[in-house]
C-alpha cells in the first residue's frame, strides 16, 4: 500500500529547521538546461489516441544543483517544418511561468480524427536562462466518432461448428496507380487478429486488439503502413484467433447465458496520394474467407497449426483466391471502438533452454530456467506429417517429473505438424503459455536446445526501478518479483499467466499495484484497465472481481471491488495524475456508497452476506476443511470487510479534498469517524487486543489508520506477539501487502526484516530457496518435504505475495513521495537499514527522472548517496546513531532530527534540490 501513513507524517510536524544547501552547491559547469525524453498522454509518439486534450511530460537534465524548471513554452504544428515559433498552426503556448513539466494539457487548435501533431518544448531555468527547444515528439489522433469508420464488421460466410472453430483467413486485394504519401490502417476485432500486407507482417504488435469488456469497448489499432504499399497490385491478408474473446472458460460473470460468438473483423485502409486525393480500402462484402493451418486456437489451451495446410502466399497479390469463400457483413455499430492509448504487448525477450531433462516417467522436458509467460519459437526439419508437441507447466514435482496438474483445465498444449521439405519455423499467434518447462515430443531425432527458443511476451511498459543489496536471496526476490510481473501483464494485471483463469482480479490487481508502479512504468496500462472497470461498473455501483468481467461471483468483493478507489489513488499519488481522479471520482463515491447502503445499520455495520466472499485470501496455514470460503481466510471477514470500507472511504475522503470538494471531503469523513468508532467497539479491546487476533487483520488496522493513536503502539506489539508465538507468517493476500509497512511504520524494523529475510518455511526467501523463479500463489504452494498444494488453487506464478515489493521500495531504499505532494515532485528519501543488510542499491525512474538511493554500512558510518531529479526537491532522511551529517564531504553544522519510537536509530534530516549528493553519518551496529 502507498507508504503515506506514520512513518511519512513528519513533515509539517517537525520544526523545519532547514539546513540550505545551495552553500554546498557548486555548480559544475554553466550548463544549460535540456528537456528530453517527450511523452504524449504517457506514451512516446503514440499514433492513434482519441484523447482530445492530450497531456505532454518532459524530463529535465541539467549538470547544475538544485536546478528548476521556471517556466516553459510549448510548440504544436500539423508538419515538422511548421514546428518553429512563428509557423506553429496548432498550438504556441507562448512562455508560460510555471513549474510544470508533467501533466501539461494540450491548449491548441481543437484536435481532430487523424490529425498527425508535432511538438517542442522549451524551458527557463532558476536564472531565467532558456533551454534549447526539443526534439521533436509527435502524436497522431485516431478516428474520433463513429461516422468516421466507413468499413463494416465482418465475418467468415464458411459455418463452424461451436466447438471446433479453425482461424478464419480473411483477405482483400486492391489496386494503386499513384505515389502514396501517407497510409494508415485502421483495425479491429473480436477476437484476436494478425494481418500482413503484401506478404509482410504490420506492425510488432502481438495479441491485438488486447483484452477489454467487449461489451462495451473494442481497441482499434492504428499502424502507419505507407512503407508497405505497392504501385499495382496489393493485398491484405488477417487471419482471426478466439483469445479472449471466444473462449469457453471465459463464459462466465456477465456472459453466462451467452452463447459464443462469431469472430469479426473491422478493418479500414485510408491511403493519401501525393496529389491529395484520398481512397478507403476497407472490410465490406467483396472481402474473401478461408480457413488454413490454425485448426484450433485459446489463449489456455495453445494451438493446434497444421502446417501442410498453409495457404502459400495468401497475403500477397499473385494468391489466387478463386475458391475462397465470401464474408458476411455484421450489423454492428462503430460506437464500441475506442482507441488504444496505452503499450501494446509485444515480444520482450528470448530465453534459451539451459537444460534437457529426460524425467523418471520418461518425458523429455526443456528447462527454461526461468518461469516465463509467452510462447516457443519451433525451428525444425523433419519429414512431411511429423507432429511436435510441446506441453508446458511451471515445475516438475517432488520425484523430477512433468507436473500440469495444478493447471487445471489449462492445456497450454502446441501441437505443429510440419509440411516437411527444409526448416520450418512457427510460433504461435494467438495463445500465450506460462511456463519454466517444456515437454517435447514427436521429434524425430533427439530435441536439440537450439530448436526451442522461449519468446518472453507481455506489454510493453518500460522498466522503472532496480533493487540490488548486499543479500543475494533478496535479490532473487527482487529478480521473482519482477518477473512475476512481466508474466501478469499481458494486456491486463492477471492472477496468474497458466491455469485457467488468467483475469484481471482486482484483489490480486490492487495488492501488487503498489509494487508494479515502481518496477515498471504502468500509467497508461493501469488506465486503460480502469475504463473497463468503469463500463463494468453497474449504476448502483456494483464492480465486479474480474474486469474485463469473465470471471468470478455476480457480485462484488471486499478488498477486490475496492481497485475502484485504490487504483485511482495511486495513480494520483505516484503519478500526481489528477484527472485520472477527477474522472473516476464519481465510480469511487459510487463503490462506497454501494458498502454504505449493504451495511449501514444506524451506528453499526452489518455486511450483506456476500460482500466479504474472499477475505484474507490463501493465508496459512490453509489445509483446513474446504468451503464456500476459502479455507485459510481465518481472519474474520466481516472485520476486513469494515477495514476495506474505511480504506475507500478514506480515500474518497482525500479525493475529495483534492479536488475542491469541502462538501464531499466531511461527508465521507463523517463516515469514517463512524465506521472506525464502530471497528472499536466491535472488534478491539481497550488494550488495543484485535479479535479475532491475527497478523492480518492487525496488518490491516494499523497500515488503513483506523485505531486511535493511543492503541497504536499496543496493536503494534501484538501484531509482534502474534508473529512470535506464531514464528513465521501467516498472512494472506491481503495481510502481506502490508504486514511490513505496519512494523516499520510503527519503528519495529528489525520485526518486520525477520519476516523479510527469514529463509524458513514458510517464508518470501523460502520460496526463493526453493528455486522459485516468480513468486507462488500461496506460501505453502510447494513444501519443504517437495509437496505440492492441492492442485485446483496452486499457481507458482502469483503476484499478490510480491507485494512486498513496495516495501522494498519504500521502506529498505526508502524512495517515496512527499505525503503531502504528489508524483515525486517533492521526493522523501528515508530508508530503513534492519536485519543483516549492508548495503543497498535501488533507482526509480519517475516522471522527472531518475530518482536513485544508495546505502552502505561501513566501519560505524551509514553512506547514502542519492540522486534528485531536475524540477524536484527531496527530503534526505540519514539513518544515525550519533549527530552530525557529512555531505559531499564537508560537516553541517545542524540538521533536524525525527527519533521514532522503538526504531534503534533516528533520522537526521536535510532538504536537497536536485543534483547528486553523498551523505554521511555515525551508525553502530549494535
Ligand atoms: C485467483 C485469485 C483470485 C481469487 C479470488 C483465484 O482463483 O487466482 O488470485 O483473487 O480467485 O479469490
Same mark, same amino acid.
Given at each position: 500500500m502507498e507508504n503515506m501513513k506514520t512513518q511519512l507524517s513528519y513533515i509539517g510536524l517537525i520544526?523545519?529547521?532547514?539546513?540550505?544547501i545551495l552553500f554546498f552547491s557548486?555548480?559544475?559547469?554553466?550548463g544549460q538546461i535540456q528537456t528530453n525524453n517527450l511523452l504524449t498522454e504517457y506514451l512516446?509518439? =503514440?499514433?492513434?489516441?482519441?484523447?482530445?486534450h492530450p497531456r505532454f511530460y518532459w524530463k529535465l537534465y541539467s549538470e547544475q544543483q538544485n536546478q528548476v524548471q521556471t517556466a516553459y513554452q510549448i510548440l504544436v504544428a500539423s508538419t515538422p517544418a511548421l514546428l518553429t515559433e512563428k509557423k506553429?498552426?496548432?498550438?504556441?503556448?507562448?512562455?508560460?511561468?510555471?513549474?510544470?513539466?508533467?501533466?501539461?494539457e494540450y491548449a491548441g487548435k481543437a484536435l481532430q480524427s487523424r490529425d498527425a501533431c508535432w511538438w517542442t518544448v522549451r524551458v527557463w531555468d532558476k536564472n531565467g536562462k532558456p533551454s534549447k527547444w526539443s526534439k521533436q515528439a509527435y502524436f497522431e489522433m485516431g478516428l474520433?466518432?463513429?461516422?468516421?469508420?466507413?468499413a463494416e464488421w465482418i465475418k467468415t460466410s464458411i459455418n463452424f461448428d461451436e466447438y471446433s472453430y479453425p482461424s478464419p483467413m480473411f483477405r482483400k486485394e486492391f489496386y494503386i496507380g499513384k505515389n502514396v504519401r501517407k497510409a494508415r490502417v485502421y483495425i479491429s476485432s473480436l477476437g484476436l487478429y494478425e494481418m500482413k500486407i503484401n506478404g509482410k507482417r504490420v506492425?510488432?504488435?502481438?495479441?491485438?486488439?488486447?483484452?477489454?469488456s467487449y461489451d462495451y469497448r473494442n481497441q482499434y489499432q492504428v499502424y502507419d503502413v505507407t512503407s508497405m504499399l505497392n504501385i499495382g497490385n496489393n493485398a491484405i491478408g488477417i487471419i482471426l484467433g478466439n483469445g479472449w474473446y471466444r473462449n469457453f472458460n471465459l463464459?462466465?460473470?456477465? $456472459?453466462?447465458e451467452k452463447k459464443l460468438q462469431d469472430l469479426m473483423l473491422i478493418f479500414q485502409l485510408e491511403i493519401v496520394y501525393d496529389n491529395g486525393i484520398k481512397e478507403i480500402v476497407c472490410t465490406d462484402s467483396d472481402w474473401k474467407s478461408a480457413t488454413g493451418p490454425i485448426l484450433m486456437t485459446s489463449i489456455y489451451d495453445g494451438e493446434t497449426y497444421d502446417a501442410r495446410l498453409d495457404k502459400e502466399g495468401?497475403?500477397?497479390?499473385?494468391?489466387?483466391?478463386?475458391i475462397w469463400q465470401g464474408v458476411e457483413v455484421v450489423?454492428?455499430?462503430?460506437?464500441?471502438l475506442v482507441a488504444t492509448n496505452n503499450e501494446p504487448v509485444r515480444r520482450i525477450k528470448e530465453i534459451k533452454p539451459v537444460k534437457v531433462i529426460y524425467t523418471p516417467e520418461g518425458d523429455t522436458v526443456l528447462d527454461m530456467g526461468q518461469n516465463m509467460v509467452g510462447w516457443c519459437r519451433l525451428r525444425v526439419n523433419c519429414p512431411r506429417g511429423t507432429t511436435i508437441t510441446l506441453r508446458h507447466g511451471e515445475v516438475l514435482d517432488k520425484l523430477g517429473n512433468f507436473y500440469?496438474?495444478?493447471?487445471?483445465?489449462?492445456?497450454q498444449t502446441i501441437s505443429y505438424t510440419c509440411k516437411g521439405g527444409g526448416v520450418e519455423v512457427y510460433e504461435p499467434r494467438f495463445t500465450f503459455q506460462g511456463f519454466r518447462y517444456v515437454a517435447v515430443s514427436?521429434? =524425430?531425432d533427439n530435441v536439440m536446445p537450439e530448436m526451442v527458443t522461449g519468446i518472453v511476451v507481455h506489454? /510493453?511498459?518500460?522498466?522503472n526501478g532496480h533493487f540490488n543489496s548486499s543479500d543475494s536471496l533478496l535479490n532473487r526476490l527482487y529478480s521473482n518479483i519482477s518477473w512475476v510481473q512481466r508474466c501478469n501483464m499481458v494486456d491486463v494485471a492477471t492472477d496468474?499467466? &497458466?491455469?485457467?483463469e488468467r483475469c484481471g482480479w482486482g484483489g490480486d490487481l490492487q495488492l501488487f499495484a503498489p509494487t508494479a508502479i515502481y518496477n515498471r512504468f504502468m500509467a497508461s496500462f493501469y488506465t486503460k484497465w480502469l475504463k473497463d472497470l468503469n463500463v463494468e461498473?453497474?449504476?448502483?455501483g456494483f464492480i465486479p472481481c474480474t474486469v474485463p468481467f469473465r $470471471?468470478?461471483?455476480?457480485f462484488p468483493v471486499t478488498g477486490w471491488s475496492d481497485a475502484a478507489t485504490i487504483i485511482p489513488w495511486l495513480l494520483y499519488r505516484r503519478y500526481g495524475d489528477t484527472r485520472i481522479l477527477k474522472e473516476q471520482y464519481q465510480r469511487m463515491k459510487d463503490w462506497v456508497e454501494y458498502m454504505r447502503r449493504n451495511s449501514e445499520k444506524g451506528e453499526r455495520f452489518e455486511w450483506? &452476506?456476500?460482500? &466479504?466472499? @474472499?477475505? /484474507?485470501?490463501?493465508?496459512?496455514?490453509? /489445509?483446513g476443511p474446504r468451503g464456500r470460503r476459502y479455507a485459510?481466510?481465518?481472519?474474520d471477514t466481516d472485520l476486513l470487510a469494515t477495514l476495506y470500507f474505511y480504506h475507500s472511504t478514506g480515500i474518497v475522503q482525500k479525493s475529495a479534498l483534492v479536488l475542491g470538494n469541502e462538501k464531499d471531503a466531511l461527508e465521507y469523513l463523517a463516515l469514517q469517524d463512524k465506521i472506525s468508532n464502530f471497528f472499536l467497539r466491535e472488534y478491539?479491546?481497550?488494550?488495543?487486543?484485535?479479535?479475532?487476533?491475527t497478523q492480518t487483520a492487525y496488518a490491516l488496522a494499523l497500515s488503513f489508520g483506523i485505531l486511535k493513536e493511543d492503541l497504536t503502539e499496543a496493536a503494534s506489539n501484538k501484531l509482534v506477539e502474534n508473529i512470535r508465538n506464531v514464528g513465521h507468517i501467516t498472512t494472506g493476500l491481503m495481510g502481506t501487502a502490508e504486514i511490513c509497512h505496519a512494523l516499520s511504520d510503527h519503528g519495529l524494523i528489525e520485526e518486520a526484516y525477520r519476516l523479510l529475510l527469514?529463509?524458513? @518455511? =514458510?517464508?518470501w526467501l523460502f520460496m526463493v530457496r526453493m528455486g522459485g523463479t516468480t513468486i507462488w500463489?500461496?506460501? /505453502?504452494?510447494?513444501r519443504p518435504d517437495s509437496t505440492f498444494q492441492l492442485p485446483h488453487m496452486n499457481s507458482?506464478?502469483?503476484?499478490?505475495?510480491?507485494?512486498i515489493g513496495n516495501w522494498l521500495y519504500t521502506?529498505?531504499?526508502?524512495i517515496n513521495t512527499d505525503p503531502e505532494i504528489p508524483g515525486f515532485k517533492s521526493i522523501v528519501i528515508k530508508p530503513f537499514p534492519g536485519g543483516t543488510l549492508r548495503s543497498v542499491e535501488a533507482s526509480y525512474k519517475s516522471l522527472y527522472g531518475n530518482i536513485r538511493s544508495e546505502w552502505k554500512i561501513e566501519e560505524n558510518r551509514f553512506k547514502l548517496t542519492v540522486e534528485i531529479p531536475v524540477n524536484t526537491t527531496a527530503t534526505i532522511f540519514l539513518p544515525s546513531t550519533g549527530d552530525g551529517v557529512i555531505l559531499n564531504g564537508k560537516p553541517l553544522t545542524k540538521a533536524d532530527k525525527e527519533e521514532p519510537k522503538n526504531l534503534p536509530y533516528y533520522f537526521q534530516i536535510v532538504e536537497i534540490g536536485s543534483g547528486a549528493y553523498e551523505f554521511e553519518s555515525t551508525y553502530v551496529l549494535n
Open positions: 520544526g523545519k529547521l532547514i539546513f540550505f557548486h555548480p559544475v559547469s554553466n512516446k509518439n =503514440p499514433v492513434g489516441i482519441d484523447i482530445t506553429a498552426d496548432m498550438w504556441n503556448s507562448g512562455k508560460i511561468e510555471s513549474a510544470n513539466s508533467i501533466h501539461v474520433l466518432s463513429p461516422e468516421d469508420w466507413k506492425g510488432d504488435y502481438l495479441l491485438t486488439p488486447g483484452f477489454t463464459n462466465r460473470g456477465n $456472459m453466462a495468401w497475403t500477397s497479390a499473385e494468391f489466387n483466391d478463386n450489423k454492428r455499430g462503430k460506437e464500441t500440469t496438474e495444478s493447471l487445471r483445465t489449462a492445456k514427436g521429434f =524425430p506489454s /510493453d511498459t518500460e522498466s496468474c499467466p &497458466q491455469r485457467d461498473q453497474e449504476a448502483n $470471471m468470478g461471483p455476480v450483506s &452476506q456476500n460482500i &466479504q466472499y @474472499y477475505g /484474507d485470501w490463501l493465508a496459512f496455514k490453509s /489445509d485459510g481466510s481465518y481472519t478491539v479491546t481497550s488494550t488495543g487486543r484485535i479479535s479475532p487476533n527469514c529463509k524458513d @518455511y =514458510p517464508s500463489e500461496r506460501w /505453502d504452494s510447494m507458482f506464478n502469483h503476484p499478490a505475495l510480491g507485494s521502506t529498505v531504499a526508502g
